[in-house]
């Protein structure tokens, strides 16, 4: 079977080095992998708790703060999963998700059926919307993110392709959606889009090109453009132009967009002709050079910013690619490919971070892959320790 029992490896193990180029000089300096996360118990605070008392931060007995041995995991039967990090099975291809506070428990999107839906272990999925979409041209639901003051508001911002144009939209459990920004062009392909908070009060919009790269310089489109807007969809207090929710433009195809905790850094993943592309954001400028590429094209999707490394998500080649930074935000080295072994989850397209020590991920591996009885899912992972900022 593809899964048959977790060990936790040290990540030259896990890792698999990768040829890519780096507009940051290459360091010595090890990089850190991902492994799937026990079991999680919810609660109010920022740092979730693992199993048995253990903390997050390393305290237990084991490696990576797991007190005793590795157990054995039977494979799926049907949609129960008995891999306790999983808590969404049977899914559509999930393009999108979006911790809940506390942290184990989360919201999936499925792309093509529009749905959302809650998820937690040992729970039936529950749809609390499903969004009406086109979802040709790779179009659909492709993001999904809480709002900046969701504890207050319980609204959920989501980026969906209609049948005359990309837009935002925002809804409550069980309300109808209500369109926030609209008029984002649409075409025959490149009409995906991400959406993630900047943690400082706005909203960031990863729009596609919609095949046509020269609407990504044009300053008068909204294609191919790192949008920054308010809950009301105008563009946010702070932006380089008052006047203009646009703070970077020359994207193609995005997949991910996401900020470091503190938002201090912003980061965007991208699919071009040439390459896959990660960068670095610069508010008010073009992407311009990437801060990584990968010419072989894994199909860099949704990412996680963390303090010393970014994690981008590949739906061409199963795991997720960990890029270290040391302190001065420079690369430690070469990707790690991570969870693409038998103790892996297959291809990932969807990342949010939960805090600075784990992430949720949800697979589109029937869009393509080898999928298990139990896919497509939603997984909690935690982070190893022995990152270069640890």
């Not at 193990?13 to 780096?22: F, I, R």
């Not at 999925?125 to 041209?137: C, E, H, R, T, Y």
């Not at 590429?293 to 997720?320: E, L, Y």
């Not at 869009?367 to 497509?376: A, H, I, L």
Request: some cysteine; overall charge neutral.
């Amino acid at each position: 079977m593809r899964r048959a029992s977790r060990v936790v490896l040290p990540s030259v193990a896990l890792g698999l080095v990768l040829t890519a180029c780096a507009s940051f000089p290459e360091q010595s300096g090890p990089a850190p992998t991902w492994q799937p996360q026990s079991r999680l118990t919810e609660q109010a605070g920022p740092q979730p708790n693992l199993p048995g008392g253990t903390d997050a931060g390393g305290s237990g007995g084991g490696p990576n703060g797991r007190s005793g041995p590795p157990t054995s995991i039977p494979p799926p039967q049907g949609c129960k999963d008995f891999d306790t990090a999983v808590i969404g099975t049977c899914l559509s291809p999930v393009s999108a998700v979006a911790a809940l506070p506390g942290g184990a428990t989360g919201l999936g999107a499925e792309r093509s059926t529009g749905r959302v839906l809650t998820l937690q272990r040992d729970v039936d999925p529950k749809q609390i919307a499903k969004l009406d979409v086109d979802a040709s041209g790779d179009g659909g639901l492709t993001g999904l993110v809480l709002s900046p003051t969701y504890r207050e508001d319980q609204l959920v911002y989501a980026y969906i392709t209609t049948a005359s144009d990309n837009r935002v939209v925002r809804f409550a459990p069980g309300d109808s959606p209500k369109p926030v920004l609209t008029g984002i062009p649409k075409g025959a392909r490149d009409n995906r889009g991400s959406l993630a908070v900047d943690h400082k009060g706005a909203l960031l919009v990863a729009t596609g090109d919609a095949g046509d790269p020269g609407a990504a310089a044009d300053p008068n489109s909204l294609a191919g453009k790192l949008l920054r807007i308010d809950g009301a969809g105008k563009p946010a207090a702070g932006n380089p132009n008052p006047d203009s929710a646009v703070i970077a433009s020359g994207l193609s195809a995005p997949g991910g967009v996401c900020t470091t905790l503190d938002g201090g850094t912003t980061w965007v993943t991208d699919q071009t002709g040439t390459g896959d592309q990660l960068y670095k954001v610069s508010p008010g400028k073009p992407v311009g050079a990437p801060a990584w590429t990968w010419p072989d094209k894994p199909g860099v999707a949704g990412c996680a910013a963390f303090s010393s490394m970014i994690m981008v998500a590949t739906t061409h080649r199963p795991g997720v690619q960990n890029l270290a930074l040391n302190k001065n935000g420079s690369f430690s080295g070469k990707p790690v490919q991570a969870l693409d072994d038998s103790h892996g989850y297959g291809q990932i397209a969807a990342v949010d971070i939960v805090d600075e020590q784990h992430a949720l991920i949800g697979t589109v591996n029937k869009d393509g892959g080898k999928p298990v009885s139990s896919d497509d899912r939603v997984v909690l992972i935690i982070r190893p320790q022995g990152s270069p900022t640890d």
